[in-house]
């Protein structure tokens, strides 16, 4: 098929660089979602898989938005579809090969939960079928739906960065040595796991926060109605707005907001601990660097989003960072597991040695 141009030690440049050039779509992908999310533009289509009928409706107001989503969704599903076949035929290891399956079946279903999403809202028959499946409301089932939606896209990224690490040269050529081991402990593995468990629940409050509308709830960044906690008992809340809210909503959303701020500086503080600590380790220290960088800039973002009241140019870039701040996070935690593995390996081949070759090991 044109990628077996395999090199001697199993590295395969072609089908690398398909690799990242799948990834670096989904990351516009999830560029384009976030757009939907931030211009409110996500019922701007009633329909699904078409939009109006059609493969090419008007271009004009959300319909843009929406329909260039499903339109760059398509694309990447298509590239997902053409590298699980591409590991099916040229990729030796199994893990990766299986990785590329979940990829293309987490597609098709990502696409699956987005058209329903849409319909939930247009089509009576499904909202009918979804009351009779839940019990519940078509908002709680919405909210369930797009927070599903937006999770199962970072999932999706992650699991192609994973494929981009696996199949790049560096992995394939690395082997364990002395300093590497030295420098990541198992501390370091256990704080990278802590750390990235941490970050998938951020994704998961931060689109609630999204699709419950809570990114306001608390006005002022840093702190909370002037206060560190949010004065929980007594919550301001105004019955004469447009669309009134009763105080139980009010607290939820306060609820919301202030759990996601939160995890959000303890994210802070765990990958500020793992740079100080980790960041002359020759390949984890770059990726700490980076997570300090990211996590940093996601810190400023969100209080741009507050300060600018949720301006599209700060909530756009605030949901990519937190993608990116994932997926570095999980290469990062695929590396220390590798070093940690090399190291117990070498370190058993040690103990295994005749007694002569270790006071040559010893000696050298």
Request: proline share 5%; net charge positive.
């Amino acid at each position: 098929m044109g990628f077996r141009n395999f090199r001697r030690d199993g590295y395969q440049p072609l089908l690398h660089r398909f690799a990242l050039l799948t990834a670096a779509v989904a990351v516009f992908l999830i560029v384009a979602g976030a757009t939907v999310t931030s211009t409110g533009s996500g019922d701007a289509v009633p329909d699904w898989p078409l939009s109006y009928g059609s493969l090419n409706p008007p271009m004009i107001g959300g319909i843009f938005y929406e329909h260039g989503h499903r339109l760059i969704a398509g694309f990447t599903g298509i590239l997902v579809a053409i590298l699980a076949l591409l590991l099916w035929r040229n990729e030796s290891r199994k893990y990766v090969r299986y990785l590329g399956y979940a990829a293309l079946i987490g597609v098709v279903v990502q696409a699956t939960l987005g058209g329903l999403r849409v319909l939930l809202i247009s089509t009576e028959s499904v909202q009918d079928a979804a009351f009779a499946l839940t019990g519940a409301s078509v908002e709680p089932t919405r909210i369930a739906v797009s927070v599903t939606h937006a999770f199962l896209a970072q999932s999706l990224l992650c699991a192609l960065f994973a494929i981009v690490l696996f199949t790049s040269r560096k992995w394939i050529q690395w082997q364990n040595t002395r300093e590497f081991a030295e420098s990541l402990p198992q501390r370091a593995k256990t704080v990278s796991i802590v750390l990235t468990v941490t970050i998938f629940l951020q994704l998961v409050i931060g689109a609630l926060v999204r699709h419950t509308q809570a990114g306001l709830a608390i006005p002022d960044f840093p702190l909370a109605f002037g206060q560190f906690i949010p004065p929980f008992g007594n919550l301001p809340n105004n019955p004469n707005a447009p669309f009134p809210l009763t105080d139980g909503e009010v607290f939820l959303k306060v609820l919301v907001h202030y759990a996601h701020r939160l995890v959000g500086f303890l994210i802070f503080g765990l990958v500020t601990y793992l740079y100080i600590k980790y960041r002359k380790s020759p390949i984890a220290g770059k990726f700490y660097s980076v997570l300090m960088g990211l996590t940093s800039l996601q810190i400023i973002l969100g209080g741009i989003n507050i300060w600018s009241g949720k301006s599209v140019l700060a909530t756009i870039p605030h949901v990519v960072v937190g993608a990116l701040i994932l997926a570095s996070s999980i290469l990062v935690s695929l590396w220390v597991y590798r070093m940690q593995r090399g190291q117990s390996k070498s370190s058993a081949s040690v103990k295994n040695l005749p007694e002569h070759e270790l006071v040559t090991a010893g000696n050298s």
